[in-house]
């Protein structure tokens, strides 16, 4: 499957970042991890450093799925908020999930400072500011933010005026963090050379994940690469390959559906119009914006369904970016789009992610961040998948589990 076309920004703006690859390797007795991406990185990460050998292996080069792709605007809040969350799970469900993501924000935070360093800016705390662009979702805000103070969060509610004193138009705005700015692509790399050169994780690419069967009590896991098969037995395997999972995973992933995002990155911006915010409008079809650490303007939204990208799905939104983002400024930018193109990322119908342990098999457990907000799920999920290869509860993330 083909998860994005066109011009990526990070794989062409990120300084190089040198990873130890196999193409050769001993058979592993701990843990395997398949996906290289955020979810894949951040397990292999966290298991290694806890003391497991791992191995991550990718059928394709590494971080090269939609972790490129991904914009970078790490939220806590999901495209839902608590108080919506809260009538569909129950109010108890929907304030674990919110404080479980706030929790893998400051996880992240704490990891960034664990990570080998690049000359390059990668990764900075900012603030996030949901706006509500129509009159009507100006309540749905309101609401959103006093129950976000009641469970403790500090948020708050910005009016039409106060909203003007950040350069920024719209009825309503729920100001909340703190959130992460971030270069995704350079954050995988930097996750893996820290683990391979610390933590002796192994790294192959090109190694296809075809199936696993549980003979005698063993995880005979069949392989391919470079068009060879072959069988390796691990103790333990981590499923980490987001939208596109391996078939035989895909029976627990039925209310996954596939949908189509645009992305345009402006030119470099010599104003500074706005302080430095996180920008999501609460509207279909809704719009988001960040600054880019060289100070570029990276937009994003107008999503729909499809489980495919066509050539000309490149650019076709650069306009309707543009003038989705200026709509939300009040003063203008000027904007060229250098850099365009469209992505696939996979949406559960109750929008909440798919992440738990296999029915069939105990020894594999399962990570698919799907929602927009993946990254977090992909916290969440290699926090959940060290508990498990610990032998410890995971009854508080019940909500996620795989096949409901």
């Known amino acids: 499957m083909k998860l994005h076309k066109g011009n990526l920004f990070w794989p062409a703006n990120t300084e190089d970042i040198f990873l130890e690859i196999h193409n050769n390797f001993e ?67 929907a304030i674990r ?14 990891i960034n400072d664990e990570l080998v360093n690049i000359d390059q800016e990668n990764f900075i705390q900012e603030n996030s500011i949901i706006l509500a662009t129509e009159m009507k979702k100006a309540s749905d805000v309101k609401d959103e933010t006093k129950m976000q103070k009641e469970i403790g969060y500090d948020v708050k509610y910005l009016n039409y005026d106060q909203l003007a004193d950040y350069n920024l138009k719209a009825y309503g705005g729920l100001l ?9 692509y350079a954050f995988v790399l930097r996750l893996l050379k820290t683990a391979v050169d610390n933590y002796n994780l192994e790294i192959v690419e090109g190694l296809k994940f075809i199936k696993c069967e549980k003979i005698n009590d063993e995880n005979i896991v069949s392989l391919e690469i470079g068009g060879q098969k072959i069988n390796k037995s691990y103790k333990k395997i981590v499923i980490a390959t987001g939208y ?20 345009g990155v402006s030119q470099v911006l010599e104003e500074k119009n706005y302080e430095d915010l996180l920008v999501w409008e609460v509207k279909d079809a809704y719009t988001y914006f960040k600054k880019t650490f060289e100070g570029r303007l990276m937009i994003g939204g107008f999503d729909e369904k499809s489980d495919n ?5 490149v650019g076709k939104r650069d306009r309707d970016l543009i003038k989705g983002a200026n709509s939300m400024l009040v003063d203008k930018y000027d ?21 738990g342990i296999d029915p ?45």
């Open 360 to 404: 069939e098999n105990d020894d594999i457990f399962v990570i698919c961040g799907v929602g927009g907000n993946g990254t977090v799920y992909s916290k969440i999920g290699a926090t959940m998948a060290t508990k498990w290869i610990k032998g410890e509860s995971l009854d508080e993330y019940e909500t996620y589990r795989l096949g409901r």
């Open 335 to 355: 904007l060229d789009v250098e850099y365009s193109y469209a992505a696939l990322f996979g949406i559960s119908k109750d929008n909440l992610p798919y992440m």
């Open 97 to 110: 999930f919110y404080n479980q993501s706030k929790k893998a924000v400051d996880h992240l935070i704490k």
């Open 176 to 184: 909340c963090g703190p959130d992460i700015n971030l270069n995704p």
């Open 244 to 263: 596109n999972p391996p078939d035989q995973f895909k029976k627990n992933l039925e209310n996954m559906e596939l949908y189509k995002t645009y992305v």
């Open 27 to 93: 058979p592993n007795t701990d843990v395997l991890v398949v996906g290289s991406g955020m979810s894949g990185a951040l397990s292999a990460y966290e298991l290694s450093k806890a003391g497991y050998k791992v191995t991550l292996i990718d059928q394709g080069r590494i971080a090269n799925g939609s972790t490129s792709a991904n914009t970078g605007l790490i939220q806590y809040m999901s495209d839902q908020g608590v108080k919506k969350f809260a009538d569909q799970i129950g109010e108890d469900a």
């Open 309 to 313: 990208i066509k050539d000309k799905d």
